[in-house]
């Protein structure tokens, strides 16, 4: 008979439900919140009301999309941090609620233990391709810019993570700078492409090891981008693909010096990504070219599994579940994690 769980995630402006029986995926649904459009960023008070009104339909939409009653559930996988404890209590308290209602057992799951294993969730009719362990994984969200190696599914160590801003934030906040709108990833992916990406150079960081640091190049564009409209206030205007695909490459850039670092201190030629900003189109081709050089093995998300979704966090809860490990009713929801 099969493990069939329930994932739920609502650790910041995404609610959703996921059903997967074993590791293949029976239905994943998502409602996203247009309200923080208006304000350029995600406000925490109106994220977790907005979850709240969607974690009911969204979660009864899921199980009937997967033909699975609740009660054939056997556990269900609740993201309970890193993220918006407000947003996280809608999850968390839910999934509490459901498991004591149907008397099954409840998996707390790192979210973005969920973001580094979405390349184990298998779908009816794709053909499986999995990292081998040991891989890296490079974590790139809206809060996290990371190199991790991963073990097994239950074994994390981070080789560097960011000193300062992730690397979605820098896409954000640039892009509400230069006026192009939110959220800033997807825009300046969107705008890169038709830019010439060697037109304009911004400084990089030189940082030890294997960290990251983001803060200097978001300077770098914002100090560019003042002087120039000081000469000429159509600037932005008129170069606005050039300046968003060299920014782009200066990014991919710092990402890749210190993932190609990583892989030839380790060894590990499995290199996977994950997080929000794995969708971004520029970085998805250079890490197939630098995989072609290199012979690294690369595993791409596919694009629904780059952001937030509920089916990372069931096929993560999933391994948890094998492993024995469970929540109590008590488990309470963290806005950070000290480790993995
Ligand atoms: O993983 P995610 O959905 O949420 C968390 O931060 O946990 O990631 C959201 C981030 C945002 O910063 C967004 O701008 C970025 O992912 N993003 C992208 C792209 N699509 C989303 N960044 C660059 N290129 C994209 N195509």
Same mark, same amino acid.
């Given at each position: 008979?099969?493990?069939?769980?329930?994932?739920?995630? @609502?650790?910041?402006?995404?609610?959703?439900?996921?059903?997967?029986?074993?590791?293949?995926?029976?239905?994943?649904?998502?409602?996203?919140?247009?309200? $923080?459009?208006?304000?350029?960023?995600?406000?925490?008070?109106?994220?977790?009301?907005? $979850?709240?009104?969607?974690?009911?339909?969204?979660?009864?939409?899921?199980?009937?999309?997967?033909?699975?009653?609740?009660?054939?559930?056997?556990?269900?996988?609740?993201?309970?941090?890193?993220?918006?404890?407000?947003?996280? #209590?809608?999850?968390?308290?839910?999934?509490? @609620?459901?498991?004591?209602?149907?008397?099954? %057992?409840?998996?707390?799951?790192?979210?973005?233990?969920?973001?580094?294993?979405?390349?184990?969730?298998?779908?009816?009719?794709? %053909?499986?391709?999995?990292?081998?362990?040991?891989?890296?994984?490079?974590?790139?969200?809206?809060?996290?810019?990371?190199?991790?190696?991963?073990?097994?599914?239950?074994?994390?160590?981070?080789?560097?993570?960011?000193?300062?801003?992730?690397?979605?934030?820098?896409?954000?906040?640039?892009?509400?700078?230069?006026?192009?709108?939110?959220?800033?990833?997807?825009?300046?992916?969107?705008?890169?492409?038709?830019?010439? %990406?060697?037109?304009?150079?911004?400084?990089?960081? $030189?940082? %030890?090891?294997?960290?990251?640091?983001?803060?200097?190049?978001?300077? @770098?564009?914002?100090?560019?981008?003042?002087?120039?409209?000081?000469?000429?206030?159509?600037?932005?205007?008129?170069?606005?693909?050039?300046?968003?695909?060299?920014?782009? +490459?200066?990014?991919?850039?710092? #990402?890749?010096?210190?993932?190609?670092?990583?892989? +030839?201190?380790?060894?590990?030629?499995?290199?996977?990504?994950?997080?929000?900003?794995?969708?971004?189109?520029?970085?998805?081709?250079?890490? #197939?070219?630098?995989?072609?050089?290199?012979?690294?093995?690369?595993?791409?998300?596919?694009?629904?599994?780059?952001?937030?979704?509920?089916?990372?966090?069931?096929?993560?809860?999933?391994?948890?579940?094998?492993?024995?490990?469970?929540?109590?009713?008590?488990?309470?929801?963290?806005?950070?994690?000290?480790?993995?």
């Amino acid at each position: 008979m099969s493990d069939i769980i329930l994932g739920i995630e @609502s650790s910041c402006d995404d609610t959703s439900a996921a059903v997967i029986a074993d590791r293949v995926l029976l239905s994943n649904v998502i409602a996203s919140q247009d309200v $923080h459009r208006a304000y350029g960023g995600v406000v925490p008070e109106l994220a977790s009301r907005a $979850h709240e009104l969607n974690i009911v339909p969204v979660v009864s939409e899921a199980l009937n999309r997967a033909g699975v009653k609740a009660s054939e559930l056997s556990a269900i996988a609740f993201t309970r941090g890193p993220g918006l404890l407000g947003s996280l #209590l809608v999850g968390t308290s839910f999934a509490k @609620s459901l498991g004591l209602a149907l008397d099954i %057992p409840i998996v707390d799951v790192n979210h973005l233990q969920g973001h580094i294993l979405a390349s184990f969730v298998r779908q009816k009719d794709v %053909p499986v391709r999995e990292p081998k362990f040991p891989y890296l994984c490079l974590l790139v969200s809206g809060g996290n810019s990371q190199i991790v190696r991963v073990d097994s599914p239950l074994e994390f160590t981070f080789l560097g993570q960011t000193i300062d801003d992730a690397v979605g934030e820098a896409f954000d906040k640039c892009s509400k700078m230069m006026g192009l709108g939110y959220p800033g990833g997807p825009i300046i992916d969107r705008l890169a492409k038709q830019g010439d %990406p060697k037109r304009f150079t911004f400084a990089k960081p $030189h940082i %030890p090891g294997l960290d990251y640091s983001f803060s200097g190049v978001k300077t @770098s564009l914002l100090y560019f981008v003042r002087d120039q409209i000081a000469l000429d206030p159509d600037f932005m205007e008129k170069n606005k693909e050039d300046i968003c695909a060299s920014f782009q +490459k200066t990014l991919i850039d710092i #990402l890749l010096d210190k993932l190609i670092k990583a892989a +030839k201190q380790t060894g590990i030629r499995e290199i996977a990504i994950g997080g929000g900003v794995s969708a971004n189109s520029g970085l998805r081709n250079r890490m #197939l070219e630098e995989g072609a050089r290199r012979g690294w093995n690369v595993y791409l998300p596919e694009f629904k599994f780059t952001t937030d979704n509920a089916a990372m966090i069931a096929i993560a809860g999933y391994f948890h579940y094998l492993a024995g490990e469970k929540a109590g009713l008590d488990a309470a929801p963290v806005s950070r994690f000290a480790d993995f």
